[in-house]
Structure formats: structure tokens, C-alpha cells
């Protein structure tokens, strides 16, 4: 199975700061690598797919980037309802593996 | 608006059976793989099983084969899981998704429903 090493597992950030999260996956995925979003009580959201594209309706801050197997979501301005968690996907090869999730904060 | 509402959740006791539901709307629904993936309380995301869009082809995850069956009604425009044998740790919040074609994002995703294994 692919495994996806998502860091850091929390992180705490101020307003309008920049915060980046990052995958790495055990081997070669292409960019079939998606980053969703997850607020408390409620299902996650895409954010962005095929590595770098940006979702329908997801603000223009987030951005994904990709350098070989590693993988990094960038937010480039937070803002307070960007707080929760967030979690990479590899849909390359079966089983699908998520990142075990960044927790992100207010500082 | 693309909508999935998932239902059938519930208590059930270690070694029974649920089938959970999600009613498909606002897209073509014949159109699209479809997947089911839970989330343990306080715990990640984690990918259940996959289905092709005329369902001939399924995929699972080891800890689910042989105990769990991915199903669709295209006509009916509905996702199942047919969950056999539980064991305490399929206890999770199970979540049915709509996936991308080429790139095999989860585009949509329902709200969620609870199953509890638990005697």
C-alpha cells in the first residue's frame, strides 16, 4: 500500500499568516493527490485535486503545489474560517490512503 | 445541487449486520464512481471501498473484504453498504462520496452517518 506521511500534525498560525502542509508519499503517485478540508461536526470538503488545481468555489489563498513525491497545501493568508483539519489523499493505486490530518489553529 | 444523504446507521451488536443507504441527487448518478469512506471517533479519514459506474468493478479495503459489499441502483439512483460480521472497530461515521473519473477525488461527500458496534 501507498503511504502518505502528512506533517506537521498540528500547527498553530496567526491571522493573515502564511501556512503550508505537506504530504510525501512512499512512491511515485503522479498527481493523483487531493487535499480536503474538515471542519468539527462536518464532512470534509475538496480543496484541491490533481495536485494543483483549485475546487469549485475554494478561495483563491489555498494553492497545491507538487515537488516529485512530495506534496504541499498552501494557505496563503489564513483567515479564521480556515481553521480545522486538513488531510491528503493518493487515489493512484487501491487502497486509497489518506494523511493522518494537520490540525490547524489560532495562535 | 448535487446532494447525498445517507441513511441506515445505527447500534448494532458485535457479529450482526446494517446495510447503509445514500440517495443520490442532482447529477447523473450513473455517471460517477462512488465510494464510502468512515472516519473513528477523534480518528483520520479512511477509505471503505469503491464502485464503478455501472458497478461491475468494486474495490475494498483489506480489513472490510469478505465482511463488507459495495452495491448500486442506478435506476433508483442509491449507493449501499451491505455490512456484515461487525467487529467494535467498524465503529466510525461512515460517509458515502462521489468520485472524480480521471483523478479519483471525492468531489461531494454526504454528511455522515454513525455506526456503533457495541453489545
Known amino acids: 500500500d501507498i503511504q502518505m506521511t502528512q506533517s506537521p500534525a498540528s500547527l498553530s498560525a496567526s491571522l493573515e499568516e502564511i501556512v503550508t502542509i505537506t504530504c510525501q508519499a512512499s512512491?511515485?503517485?503522479?498527481?493523483?493527490l487531493s487535499w480536503y478540508q474538515q471542519k468539527p461536526g462536518k464532512s470534509p470538503q475538496l480543496l484541491i485535486y490533481?495536485?494543483?488545481s483549485l475546487a469549485d468555489g475554494v478561495p483563491s489563498r489555498f494553492s497545491g503545489s507538487r515537488s516529485g513525491t512530495q506534496y504541499s497545501l498552501k494557505i496563503s493568508r489564513l483567515q479564521v474560517e480556515d481553521i480545522g483539519i486538513y488531510y491528503c489523499?493518493?487515489?493512484?493505486?487501491?487502497?486509497?490512503?489518506f494523511g493522518a490530518g494537520t490540525k490547524l489553529e489560532l495562535k | 445541487e448535487v446532494q447525498l444523504v445517507e441513511s441506515g446507521g445505527g447500534l448494532v451488536q458485535p457479529g450482526r449486520s446494517l446495510k447503509l443507504s445514500c440517495a443520490a441527487s442532482?447529477?447523473?448518478?450513473?455517471?460517477?464512481?462512488m465510494a464510502w469512506v468512515c472516519q473513528a471517533p477523534t480518528k483520520g479519514l479512511e477509505w471503505v471501498a469503491s464502485?464503478?459506474?455501472?458497478?461491475?468493478?468494486?474495490y475494498y479495503r483489506d480489513s472490510v473484504k469478505g465482511r463488507f459489499t459495495i452495491s448500486r441502483d442506478n435506476a433508483k439512483n442509491t449507493l449501499y453498504l451491505q455490512m456484515d460480521s461487525l467487529r467494535s472497530e467498524d465503529t466510525a461515521t461512515y460517509y458515502c462520496?462521489?468520485?472524480?473519473?480521471?483523478?479519483?477525488?471525492?468531489?461531494?461527500w454526504g454528511q455522515g452517518v454513525m455506526v456503533t458496534v457495541s453489545s
Open positions: 512512491q511515485d503517485i503522479g498527481n493523483w
Open positions: 442532482g447529477f447523473t448518478f450513473s455517471n460517477y464512481g
Open positions: 490533481g495536485a494543483t
Open positions: 464502485i464503478s459506474t455501472g458497478g461491475g468493478n468494486t
Open positions: 489523499l493518493q487515489a493512484y493505486s487501491a487502497p486509497d490512503t
Open positions: 462520496a462521489r468520485r472524480d473519473g480521471y483523478y479519483h477525488y471525492f468531489d461531494y
